[in-house]
T-cell receptor, first 112, second 113 residues
Framework: QQQVKQSPQSLIVQKGGIPIINCAYE??????FPWYQQFPGKGPALLIA?????SEKKEGRFTISFNKSAKQFSLHIMDSQPGDSATYFC???????????FGQGTTLQVKP | NAGVTQTPKFQVLKTGQSMTLQCAQD?????MSWYRQDPGMGLRLIHY???????DQGEVPNGYNVSRSTTEDFPLRLLSAAPSQTSVYFC????????????FGPGTRLTVL
């Protein structure tokens, strides 16, 4: 049973487009929601994260939107660039356990 | 700082063989974990540790053992490899105060024939 569900599985956009990746969770004990970025042949790296008491967080071209009542959150990439082509994972963690649970991942391709 | 290191980078095993994947970190992180990455499945937590001498199971622990005798090292043991364990394995670590930011190693690609 996947505790964090992510969609779409893959995404292709033109340079300058705004890809959106969506995630949903079930466990209300989760209290931190990070996004990780992974390039081919590398381990994932933290991109941006949000707590459930905040509805939106921006860091550069990356924005997380959070809907606590719907138990959903999403990543928007503004003015996407070919260098953003990577696999993106949403995740959720409970401070009680420290266990970080990942979504299935989204492979993003930004065409020049 | 080397960060999180993993050895080997690649490994091929025959069904039934055993092996240990090594993981070490030099950041004095309390929290360490092992994940496996499979296409369409994302990263699934195998085992994790919140400190030396303490380990617990993640989402997919069957077929794997771990121990944490030091803060720096967190080896993952496959006792009797099966083709279903063919995957890319990642080790990660974080400070207990910032468990959401895990630092990942470069991964080990394991093939079980």
């Amino acid at each position: 049973q996947q505790q964090v569900k992510q969609s779409p599985q893959s995404l292709i956009v033109q340079k300058g487009g705004i890809p959106i990746i969506n995630c949903a969770y079930e466990n209300t004990a989760f209290d931190y929601f990070p996004w990780y970025q992974q390039f081919p042949g590398k381990g994932p790296a933290l991109l941006i994260a949000i707590r459930p008491d905040v509805s939106e967080k921006k860091e550069g071209r990356f924005t997380i939107s959070f809907n606590k009542s719907a138990k959903q959150f999403s990543l928007h990439i503004m003015d996407s660039q070919p260098g953003d082509s990577a696999t993106y994972f949403c995740a959720a963690v409970s401070s009680n356990t420290g266990k970080l649970i990942f979504g299935q991942g989204t492979t993003l391709q930004v065409k020049p | 700082n080397a960060g999180v290191t993993q050895t080997p980078k690649f490994q091929v095993l025959k069904t039934g063989q055993s092996m240990t994947l090594q993981c070490a970190q030099d950041m004095n992180h309390e929290y360490m974990s092992w994940y496996r990455q499979d296409p369409g499945m994302g990263l699934r937590l195998i085992h994790y540790s919140v400190g030396a001498g303490i380990t617990d199971q993640g989402e997919v622990p069957n077929g794997y053992n771990v121990s944490r005798s030091t803060t720096e090292d967190f080896p993952l043991r496959l006792l009797s490899a099966a083709p279903s364990q063919t995957s890319v394995y990642f080790c990660a670590s974080s400070a207990r105060s910032s468990y959401n930011e895990q630092f990942f190693g470069p991964g080990t690609r394991l093939t079980v024939l």
